[in-house]
């Protein structure tokens, strides 16, 4: 059968505009979570986390939005640029475990010139 | 600041060949983490190191893999015999004291041929 893996789900913006990229998280005892950047060919890059005692949280360009009642994360960028294109995980730290992190299985993001 | 170094960054080889990966994590961490990355499975978790032990070995495929860290500044992960599924990239990643957020490397792109 069909992964989920193979076919990422992608966004096209174009440049200049506003990104949001969602993540539905699978455990609500879950009380971390970051969102990583990977360039092709490189390894995840760390963005920007948040902890589950918090609903929003900002970086430079980038708001990560938490909503703990329907499990939901999501990652704004703000006037998006090319360099921006890439996939985009949402990961998970269960509160039993202080280091295993669970991944979503990403996004792409393209940004049309 | 010295990011997380991994070599190679490819390695083809043929199947029943001995493969070795190897990680320098960042100065100052002291948690390690292995990591497999395939289109069908996404990243996977093989093996975690604290303070140079084996924590988790939960995830690692089976004996054909091994991992060692005989020191705080360097980790191989090493597949004997290798198969044509062991196929994939596969990223160290460190972090302070198991704690979060976990630093990649560039990863190293293995083909079993």
């Known amino acids: 059968g069909e992964s989920v893996g193979l076919h990422l789900p992608t966004l096209s913006v174009q440049e200049g505009d506003n990104s949001i990229i969602n993540c539905a998280y699978s455990n609500s005892a879950s009380d971390y979570f970051i969102w990583y950047k990977q360039e092709s060919g490189k390894g995840p890059q760390f963005i920007i986390d948040?902890?589950?005692?918090?609903d929003k949280r900002q970086g430079q360009r980038v708001t990560v939005l938490l909503n703990k009642t329907v499990k939901h994360l999501s990652l704004q960028i703000a006037a998006t640029q090319p360099g921006d294109s890439a996939v985009y995980f949402c990961a998970e730290n269960p509160r039993d475990s202080s280091y295993k992190l669970i991944f979503g299985s990403g996004t792409r993001l393209l940004v049309r010139p | 600041d010295a990011g997380v170094i991994q070599s190679p960054r490819h390695e083809v080889t043929e199947m029943g060949q001995e493969v070795t990966l190897r990680c320098k994590p960042i100065s100052g961490h002291n948690s390690l983490f292995w990591y497999r990355q395939t289109m069908m499975r996404g990243l996977e978790l093989l093996i975690y190191?604290?303070?140079?032990?084996?924590?988790?070995d939960s995830g690692m495929p089976e004996d054909r893999f091994s991992a060692k860290m005989p020191n705080a500044s360097f980790s191989t992960l090493k597949i004997q015999p290798s198969e044509p599924r062991d196929s994939a990239v596969y990223f160290c990643?460190?972090?302070?004291?198991?704690?979060?957020?976990?630093?990649f490397g560039d990863g190293t792109r293995l083909s079993i041929l």
């Open positions: 948040i902890r589950s005692n918090m």
């Open positions: 990643a460190s972090s302070l004291a198991g704690t979060q957020p976990q630093h």
């Open positions: 190191f604290n303070n140079n032990v084996p924590i988790d």
